[in-house]
């Protein structure tokens, strides 16, 4: 997994901590830790609306908090790799966002849709199962 900052690495195990030890290898819950876990200000605007039982309130979150256009990018690109409740554009992903916040919604989509086990070496090959 990639961090930009050590800070981040550091919030998104904070984060991680806070969820139920059942869920805490769910990679939509991860990828939501992930984006949260970006910043101090946006893992404090998120954090009050998540349970990470059920997943997080949008609708109410986004009437009650004030975003800036890359943050609501990036809440909506969590909601999206958490339970497809959002649509996302991704010419949002390129044009709204700085490349370090680009990079974090890919990282979170690897984190969310990446299959690890579906490669495996045979013979020095590398297929799909």
């Known amino acids: 997994m990639k961090f930009t900052s050590m800070e981040h690495q550091k919030r998104f195990f904070?984060?991680?901590?806070?969820?139920?030890?059942?869920?805490?290898?769910?990679?939509k819950l991860l990828s939501i830790a992930y984006i949260m876990s970006s910043s101090n200000?946006?893992?404090n605007k998120i954090q009050p609306y998540i349970q990470w039982g059920?997943?997080?309130?949008?609708?109410?979150?986004?009437?009650?908090?004030?975003?800036?256009k890359a943050e609501l990018i990036l809440v909506k690109a969590s909601v999206t790799f958490f339970d497809n409740g959002?649509?996302?554009q991704f010419a949002e992903v390129f044009t709204e966002l700085e490349s370090q916040e680009r990079e974090i919604v890919f990282n979170a989509a690897d984190i969310r849709y990446s299959k690890?086990?579906?490669?495996?070496?045979?013979?020095?090959n590398l297929y799909i199962k």
């Open 116 to 124: 690890k086990d579906i490669y495996e070496q045979t013979d020095g």
């Open 14 to 27: 904070e984060i991680k901590k806070q969820m139920p030890s059942n869920l805490n290898g769910n990679n």
């Open 54 to 68: 059920k997943g997080f309130d949008y609708e109410k979150m986004v009437k009650e908090v004030s975003f800036s």
């Open 41 to 43: 200000e946006l893992k």
């Open 86 to 88: 959002v649509i996302l």
